[in-house]
């Protein structure tokens, strides 16, 4: 090996982990604020239809941005757009801090809620222009073969700093909930979230990137990939309706939760985190299994694991059983989806495709998510319902069954392009219940080994 590309070798080495350290700081500002954006909105109007808007138009304008993000790349180093969007991304959550202050002192009542929706859809958009230059930097950066073990270790990593500022966040929040200071307490932690992600900007900056300078490299027509890659344009059209389905109901488990179920804020963080802490443990397995078996079998898993969660919530009430089951559920299927995306869309996009690719891909998953959110919350603002049956549980019924009919409507038609292992086949038996729990028992530990 050259001694230049040795010393790119150890720059990229470096730079892998530098991303683990600024993925850190990213994950600690969104626990501690995302986590907390429906609490926060509940507080500033209870009607059901200001979280489906509030969720539709962040689910729609991420991507949206990511297309404007991807263009910057024609004429912009990567490196410099996605610092420049980090730095307003976190100066973006002190307005958000001023809303908790006005609604303390009861000024601009009515138009605070929609004042939300306004700023943090901007923070979420400054994070789509930054997704598809650092979708691309990063792709330069991790080889073909490790790509799944290391965006697996990074998301854990992540994850767990995620994991600690939510639980930060909800402690901050029980211990002020029952006073006139839990406005201030979201305040505290909008303004805790701006001085993290400040801390990502700066780290950012150490960052090794190959290519400092960027003019039309990156460059390609979204109509020349959908009409050449007729399977990534599958994959597309599946992330649509997949959004739909997930976002029909998903948005509203936390309004079910704190009105519902009369959860308390402590109550209501301990089920939710259960996801990210699951999908934690079950990361490093999911990432193995991407690299051995591919990522349409991920599909298959994240699939059939969205479409069991909303079920589960229809039987389901007891805050210990909702952690333990629909969030173990939720987190197989949300590491599924994580991995299954980002290596589907390296492993089927080009250099000078995938930044445009991903934009649009999210595009995709983006309108589905505006669909199904509004949708949802019309249903539930109207109160439409069969008979005597709850507004949520018909909500979570039909999510339900959409989330199944997607899989078999769209899976069959994606195909794995890289060359994988096959999967042992399972023995079940009626016949012999317990040799062939035992047999699975060792067919989940080749399959996950």
Request: charged content about 15%; overall charge positive; aromatic content about 18%.
């Amino acid at each position: 090996m050259k001694k230049e590309d040795m010393q790119i070798k150890k720059k990229k080495e470096s730079a892998l982990k530098i991303s683990i350290k600024e993925g850190s700081a990213t994950s600690f500002s969104t626990g501690i604020s995302n986590s907390y954006i429906t609490p926060f909105a509940l507080k500033l109007s209870s009607k059901e239809i200001n979280i489906g808007l509030l969720s539709a138009f962040t689910g729609l304008i991420s991507p949206l941005a990511q297309l404007f993000g991807s263009r910057l790349m024609d004429s912009h180093a990567r490196k410099k757009i996605v610092r420049v969007a980090v730095f307003w991304q976190a100066v973006m959550w002190l307005p958000l801090t001023v809303l908790a202050v006005l609604k303390y002192y009861n000024l601009f009542q009515s138009s605070l809620i929609y004042l939300l929706i306004i700023f943090y859809s901007i923070i979420v958009a400054l994070g789509g222009i930054a997704f598809p230059p650092w979708f691309s930097w990063m792709g330069d950066l991790v080889s073909n073969n490790n790509r799944g073990k290391y965006f697996a270790k990074r998301n854990i990593v992540t994850g767990i700093s995620e994991l600690i500022a939510v639980i930060l966040g909800a402690l901050i929040l029980y211990l002020l909930e029952n006073t006139f200071f839990i406005l201030f307490g979201f305040g505290l932690l909008f303004t805790v979230s701006f001085i993290s992600r400040l801390i990502s900007f700066s780290i950012l900056y150490r960052q090794y990137s190959r290519y400092p300078t960027n003019v039309k490299r990156y460059a390609h027509s979204i109509k020349t990939i959908f009409k050449e890659n007729k399977n990534f344009r599958s994959f597309a059209y599946y992330q649509l309706f997949l959004n739909f389905a997930i976002f029909f109901a998903s948005p509203f488990f936390a309004v079910y939760m704190l009105s519902e179920l009369k959860f308390n804020y402590f109550t209501y963080m301990f089920v939710s985190l259960s996801g990210s802490l699951f999908y934690l443990l079950f990361s490093s397995f999911i990432g193995k299994f991407s690299d051995k078996y591919g990522n349409v079998k991920l599909l298959v898993i994240e699939n059939i694991f969205f479409a069991l969660n909303p079920l589960l919530w229809i039987f389901i009430k007891s805050p210990i059983l909702l952690f333990f089951i629909p969030g173990v559920v939720t987190g197989i299927a949300n590491a599924a989806a994580i991995l299954s995306f980002n290596n589907f869309s390296y492993d089927y996009l080009t250099k000078k495709e995938r930044g445009i690719g991903i934009a649009y891909a999210n595009i995709f998953a983006g309108i589905g998510i505006f669909a199904g959110s509004i949708i949802g919350g019309l249903l539930l603002n109207y109160n439409v319902k069969i008979g005597m049956m709850n507004k949520f549980i018909f909500i979570f019924l039909i999510a339900f069954i959409v989330r199944a009919l997607v899989a078999i409507i769209f899976l069959l038609k994606i195909k794995e392009k890289k060359k994988v292992t096959k999967m042992p086949s399972m023995h079940l038996s009626f016949i012999h219940p317990f040799k062939s729990i035992s047999s699975e028992i060792g067919w989940v530990r080749h399959v996950f080994k």
